[in-house]
C-alpha cells in the first residue's frame, strides 16, 4: 500500500484566514492538486506565538553583532524571543509528526525560506530565512523545506519531490542498522540520481564512503548525511539530467538496433530541448531495462520512482 506524503504547510496557504491583514494565500496547487496524494499539517508561527488576527506586520532588522530580530512595523515591538521560544518548541513537536517535508509562505519574516533582512537605516537589505524556517533547517535536516513561490517554477517543483522521496532513503539509511555494506549499496543506487544534482557532490560522497575502516561508523554515516543533503541542494538542470540518461542510455549500446538506438536519443534530445517532460526518455530507458536487465541500471533511484512520485512528477 502506499504511504500518503506528509507536509507541514503555512496555515495561510491552505485558506485559513491568519494573515495579518486578517485574509489567506490561499495556493490552488496545494489545495486542489498536491492535497489529493500528501497529509497537511498546518501551522502559523505567528499566531500560534501568540500574535492576533489582523496585527501589525513585522519585518527583520540585523544588528550590529548580526543578530535577526523581528520588530513590528508600527510598534517597535520586539518579537524575536516569543518567536524563537516557539519555533524551537515546534520543531520539536513536530518530529513526532514524520514530515516529509515543508511547504512554507514565500517571504513572510517568520515562515520564508528567503527573506529580506534590513541592515543599518533600513536602506541597505540582504536575503536570509525567517525565523521558523531557520529553525527547521537547524532542527530538522531531513525535512524538505520550499516556498510556495518557488514550487511555481515546473523545475523547482519536480526537484522538490525528488529530494522528497530521496530524503526518506536517505532517513530509512541513517535511522538503521550502520554498516559499510548499507552505506556502500546505497551510495551505489543513488549514484544516477547524485549526477543529475551534483557531480562533485557524488565524488565527494565516494571518498566518504571509502572513508578508512578505522574511523567510526556513526561519523561516516553523520558526514555521508550532510553530504547527501548538500549535494541534493544544488538544483537538478536539463543538462546535467540529459548527461545521466545518455549514460544510462549507454548500458544498451549492445543491445538497440539503429532504430530503437535513435527512439531514445530522440526523447532524451526532445526532453533536452524543453518539449518533452523527463518521464518520457525514464520510460523509454526503463522499457529497455525490462527487456535486458542490467542490475546496475535496474537499481538506481533515478529511474525507479515510487510510483506516487512518478505520479507527482507527472504533475510537476
Ligand atoms: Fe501565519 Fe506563516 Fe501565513 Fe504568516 S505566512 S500568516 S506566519 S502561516
Not at 550590529?64 to 518548541?89: C, Q, T
Not at 522499457?287 to 505520479?311: C, D, F, I, T, V
Request: hydrophobic share 35%; glycine share 10%; net charge positive.
Amino acid at each position: 500500500m502506499e504511504t500518503r506524503i506528509t507536509l507541514g504547510v503555512s496555515a495561510c496557504l491552505l485558506g485559513e484566514n491568519v494573515r495579518y491583514d486578517g485574509g489567506c494565500k490561499l495556493d490552488p496547487y496545494l489545495v486542489h492538486t498536491l492535497a489529493r496524494f500528501a497529509r497537511f499539517v498546518p501551522l502559523c508561527p505567528e499566531t500560534e506565538s501568540g500574535m492576533g488576527v489582523p496585527r501589525e506586520p513585522v519585518d527583520l532588522w540585523a544588528g550590529g553583532g548580526g543578530e535577526v530580530r523581528a520588530v513590528g512595523r508600527e510598534s517597535l515591538a520586539d518579537y524575536s524571543r516569543s518567536w524563537r521560544e516557539w519555533a524551537k518548541a515546534k520543531a520539536g513537536e513536530l518530529e513526532g509528526e514524520d514530515l516529509w517535508g515543508m511547504i512554507l509562505k514565500s517571504r513572510s519574516p517568520s515562515c520564508g525560506p528567503q527573506v529580506e533582512i534590513r541592515e543599518g537605516c533600513g536602506q541597505k537589505r540582504r536575503t536570509g530565512m525567517g525565523f521558523f524556517a531557520e529553525e527547521v533547517a537547524r532542527s530538522l535536516p531531513l525535512v524538505v523545506v520550499e516556498s510556495e513561490e518557488s514550487l511555481y517554477d515546473p523545475g523547482r517543483r519536480e526537484n522538490f519531490i525528488v529530494r522528497l522521496f530521496a530524503m526518506r532513503r536517505l532517513k530509512k539509511l541513517v535511522e538503521g542498522e550502520k554498516t559499510r555494506g548499507r552505506l556502500v549499496d546505497f551510495h551505489t543506487c543513488e549514484k544516477l540520481l547524485l549526477m543529475a544534482h551534483s557531480a562533485e557532490g557524488y565524488r565527494s560522497l565516494g571518498r566518504t564512503v571509502a572513508r578508512p575502516t578505522k574511523e567510526p561508523l556513526d561519523r561516516v554515516y553523520e558526514a555521508y548525511r550532510d553530504g547527501f543533503i548538500g549535494a541534493l541542494s544544488h538544483r537538478s538542470t536539463r543538462a546535467k539530467n540529459c548527461n545521466v540518461l545518455l549514460h544510462a542510455a549507454g548500458y544498451f549500446k549492445r543491445n538497440l538496433d539503429v532504430i530503437e538506438k535513435g527512439e531514445l536519443g530522440e526523447a532524451i534530445e526532445g526532453y533536452r530541448a524543453g518539449l518533452l517532460p523527463l518521464t518520457v526518455p525514464m520510460t523509454l530507458l526503463n522499457h529497455w531495462n525490462r527487456r535486458w536487465r542490467h542490475p546496475w541500471l535496474g537499481a538506481q533511484s533515478y529511474l525507479n520512482p515510487h510510483p506516487l512520485e512518478l505520479r507527482l512528477k507527472c504533475l510537476a
